[in-house]
């Protein structure tokens, strides 16, 4: 191998590390959700997790709100524990 086909290597190289790091700059940059904010907007959405806590590594609580409704659900082992429990929004301190 001469020089110049090494040396070129070399280029090939470095210029295909520069636009992966450049790339990796700009991801972080504008954030993994860039290409959702130039979509268009969907329409309102009517399922929302509002609250998740985790109680153990096999169990979690989650908040969720369908239709204005909100529900707590207990998951774990892969499925559903507990559901139903309906619950209303929160009252104020006051």
């Given at each position: ?22 790339g990796a ?13 130039l979509a ?13 806590l985790v ?40």
């Open positions: 191998m001469d020089f110049p086909a090494l040396l070129r290597a070399v280029f090939a190289l470095a210029l295909t590390l520069g636009l992966i790091g450049l700059v700009m991801l972080r940059r504008f954030g993994p959700d860039a290409l959702a904010r268009k907007p969907k329409a309102e959405r009517r399922l929302a997790i509002v609250e998740n109680l153990d590594p096999t169990r979690r609580l989650v908040l969720v709100s369908c239709d204005g409704q909100e529900m707590l659900l207990l998951l774990g082992e892969g499925r559903v524990l507990a559901e139903g429990v309906a619950v209303g929004p929160p009252k104020d301190a006051a």
